[in-house]
């Protein structure tokens, strides 16, 4: 089996005459891998959902999962799959774990109770799983929707925003289960409009905006603050010592001077734990240093690349 689990290329999705909802959309996604669809409201994360689970028709671009090609060998491919997307449909007048069952009757593979258990237990509906699902609120629906895409653990799982509904428990239990699911290699691919969410839940981060796919962006190199380790400084030092300061750095391994912000400012490209080093080589050079500042990680860097309407969604999650 290819470890390339899931391949989009130049995928396309044309409504009307001529307005491209999704353009020319490409990535890859390995065994294993938590990957982010991250952009504000419509953005087209689900509409590129919906073309890589065959629900709609793409205009143009291909879809392979696990190295199949989805227009020819359709059906082999989406059982390899799990998805949610947008508001699951259910049948209304039978309970959650009805519903649940009825589903896993579908499933190539047997599902056994304890699996079941299991999974209305992660989603937190074991209070409610014997009622009706017109009961049921949006978020209890949408939990029973990511219930269903994990009962038959497919190699491929396809959520999108699938914590809306879900309290902050319930979104840590989500995160901490995909990261089990990684572990066994399967993947997920998640789509969001918050950034902080995807930075705690992925691996990587595929960043989309009015339909094109403006940015990828790898999370391993961030740390446990969501801060990277790979830093862009700012650093302030007296006007009459820029020259020799821009000496000590250029002497100084790993560090380089992005540029000149003006006539007592630098700008640095380097690492965290290089920031003491610099500061000590610069003050036993006599430079009057007024600070050094980090500015942003890569990712937020990539971030500021959004209109500022857009950030600001994604930020407070509207
Ligand atoms: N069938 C359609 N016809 C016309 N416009 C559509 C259709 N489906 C979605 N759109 C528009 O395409 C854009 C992207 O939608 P969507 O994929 O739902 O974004 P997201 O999931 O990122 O919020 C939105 O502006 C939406 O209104
Ligand atoms: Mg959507």
Redesign the pocket.
Same mark, same amino acid.
């Given at each position: 089996m290819s470890s390339v689990v899931l391949e989009i290329q130049g995928l396309t999705k044309q409504v009307g005459k001529n307005k491209k909802i999704v353009h020319d959309a490409s990535f890859q996604m390995k065994k294993g891998e938590i990957l982010g669809l991250l952009g504000p409201?419509g953005a087209g994360?689900?509409t590129t959902i919906r073309m890589i689970v065959g629900l709609i028709k793409k205009t143009e671009g291909k879809v392979f999962i696990n190295g199949s090609d989805l227009d020819r060998e359709g059906q082999s491919c989406i059982s390899d799959v799990g998805a949610i997307v !947008?508001n699951p449909s259910f049948y209304d007048h039978m309970s959650g774990y009805k519903n649940l069952q009825q589903y896993a009757r579908l499933s190539k593979e047997k599902v056994s109770k304890e699996r079941l258990d299991e999974v209305v237990a992660l989603v937190q509906l074991s209070h409610a799983i014997k009622d009706k699902v017109k009961k049921y609120s949006l978020g209890m629906k949408q939990r029973l929707g990511v219930a269903q895409a994990i009962l038959h653990k497919p190699a491929l799982l396809i959520l999108? !925003?699938p914590t809306n509904g879900l309290d902050p428990k319930g979104i840590r239990e989500l995160r901490d289960y995909l990261r089990e699911l990684a572990n066994d290699g399967i993947s997920t691919l998640v789509?969001s409009h918050l950034l902080s969410e995807m930075q705690l839940m992925c691996d990587r981060v595929v960043i989309m905006e009015q339909g094109k796919i403006i940015d990828v962006s790898d999370m391993s190199s961030l740390n446990e603050n969501g801060s990277s380790d790979q830093l862009v400084v700012m650093m302030n030092v007296k006007k009459e010592h820029m020259e020799l300061s821009e000496e000590v750095i250029e002497s100084l391994e790993g560090i380089t001077i992005i540029k000149r912000e003006n006539d007592h400012q630098l700008v640095l490209d380097m690492t965290h734990d290089l920031i003491p080093q610099l500061n000590r080589h610069l003050v036993k050079a006599d430079v009057d240093v007024y600070g050094i500042e980090s500015k942003k990680t890569s990712l937020e860097d990539k971030f500021l690349a959004l209109t500022s309407e857009d950030r600001q969604l994604m930020k407070e999650g509207k």
């Open positions: 409201n994360k689900t !947008e999108d !925003e789509s």
